[in-house]
C-alpha cells in the first residue's frame, strides 16, 4: 500500500496537470471562437464566387475548354493530407493520416500511381515514419492560416496538374461541424468540380449582369481564385477542427483529473485512517502490556 507522503505527491502532481489541460482547454475554445468568425465570414464569399462562376459557364461558348476544368484519364492522383502541427487533439491527426494511407491503398491496387503531399507537423512526421514519400509539404500554417498560404500551396497543386504530372487533386481534412464533432472530407478540386460552374440547368436564363472583359476571360481568371479559395476554406475548417478537438481532449482530461484527485483522496483518507487505528491499537497493546 502506497504511504500518506506518496500519495499526496501523486494527488499534488494530477492537480498540476489539471491546470495545465485547464488552460489550454481555455486556450482552445478562445483560437476556436475567432476561426469560427473566420468561416463563417469566407463561406458566403465562395458560395457568390461559385454563383458568379455559374452565371459565367453560362454565358461562355464552351465552359469547358478551359485546362483547369478539362478531365483526363486519371494516371496519377495527388492527395494532400491537412493535418495540425501539434498534438494532444484526440484523433485529429491520426484520423486524416488514416484516410490519406486508405487512399493510397486503394488506388494502388486499381493501378493508379499517387502523390502524397502533407500540410502539418504532424501529418508529416507521420506520414514520413511509415515510409511514404512526400512530394511537398508545409508546416507552421495551422495555427492561424492566411490566405497567402493557400495561394502557395494551390499554385503548386495548379502547377502540378497543368503541367499533366497529376490528372486529379484530392484533398483529405476535417471539416468542421461543432466544437465536439469533426467530420473527414475527401474533396476533389482538379479538376475544377462541374458543380462549381453549372446549375444543372441547360436553359440560359435571362441575362443579370453585364461583364467586361467578356465571361469567357473573367471565368479562366476565376478558376485559379476558385481553387485557391477551396484550400483556403480547407485550411480555416481543419484549424477550427483542430482547436475544437484539443478543446474536447483537453476538456476530458481534466474530467479524467478530476475523477483521479477524488479517488486518490479517497484512498489518502483511508490510509490516514489506518494510520490512525494502528496507533490506537499500538497505545492499547502497550497500555495492556504495562497493566
Same mark, same amino acid.
Not at 483529405?172 to 468542421?176: E, G, K, L, Q
Not at 490510509?271 to 487505528?277: C, D, F, S
Given at each position: 500500500m502506497a504511504s500518506l507522503r506518496d500519495i499526496r505527491r501523486r494527488i499534488a502532481s494530477v492537480q498540476n496537470t489539471r491546470k495545465i489541460t485547464k488552460a489550454m482547454e481555455m486556450v482552445a475554445a478562445a483560437k476556436l471562437r475567432r476561426n469560427q468568425a473566420r468561416i463563417e465570414s469566407l463561406r458566403p464569399y465562395a458560395g457568390d464566387m461559385i454563383e458568379m462562376m455559374v452565371d459565367l459557364a453560362t454565358y461562355s461558348e464552351d465552359a469547358r475548354q478551359y485546362a483547369l476544368l478539362q478531365e483526363r484519364e486519371v @494516371? %496519377? *492522383?495527388a492527395v494532400v493530407a491537412m493535418t495540425g502541427d501539434r498534438g494532444l487533439a484526440g484523433a485529429f491527426n491520426a484520423n486524416v493520416v488514416r484516410k490519406a494511407m486508405a487512399i493510397e491503398r486503394e488506388l494502388s491496387d486499381q493501378g493508379v500511381e499517387t502523390r502524397v503531399l502533407a500540410v502539418g507537423r504532424k501529418g508529416i512526421g507521420t506520414l514520413k515514419f @511509415?515510409?511514404? @514519400?512526400l512530394e511537398k509539404s508545409w508546416q507552421g500554417l495551422s495555427d492561424r492560416p492566411q490566405y497567402t498560404d493557400a495561394k502557395a500551396i494551390a499554385g503548386e497543386l495548379i502547377e502540378m496538374y497543368l503541367s499533366e504530372q497529376v490528372d486529379r487533386v484530392r484533398l *483529405?481534412?476535417?471539416?468542421?461541424t461543432s466544437p465536439i464533432e469533426q467530420t473527414l472530407m475527401d474533396d476533389v478540386i482538379l479538376p475544377v468540380p462541374?458543380? &462549381?460552374v453549372t446549375d444543372g440547368s441547360e436553359d440560359r436564363p435571362p441575362v443579370s449582369y453585364i461583364y467586361e472583359p467578356d465571361p469567357e476571360d473573367i471565368l479562366e481568371g476565376l478558376l485559379p481564385k476558385y481553387v485557391e479559395i477551396a484550400v483556403y476554406q480547407a485550411l480555416l475548417e481543419s484549424s477550427a477542427s483542430e482547436q475544437g478537438a484539443r478543446m474536447s481532449a483537453m476538456r476530458n482530461a481534466s474530467d479524467s483529473a478530476e475523477e483521479m484527485i477524488d479517488g486518490l483522496t479517497l484512498a489518502l483518507n483511508r490510509? @490516514?485512517? &489506518? &494510520?490512525? %487505528?494502528q496507533e490506537i491499537l499500538e497505545v492499547v497493546a502497550g497500555a495492556e502490556a504495562l497493566g
Open positions: @494516371r %496519377t *492522383v @511509415r515510409g511514404c @514519400r *483529405v481534412y476535417n471539416h468542421f462541374k458543380e &462549381a490510509a @490516514r485512517q &489506518a &494510520a490512525i %487505528t
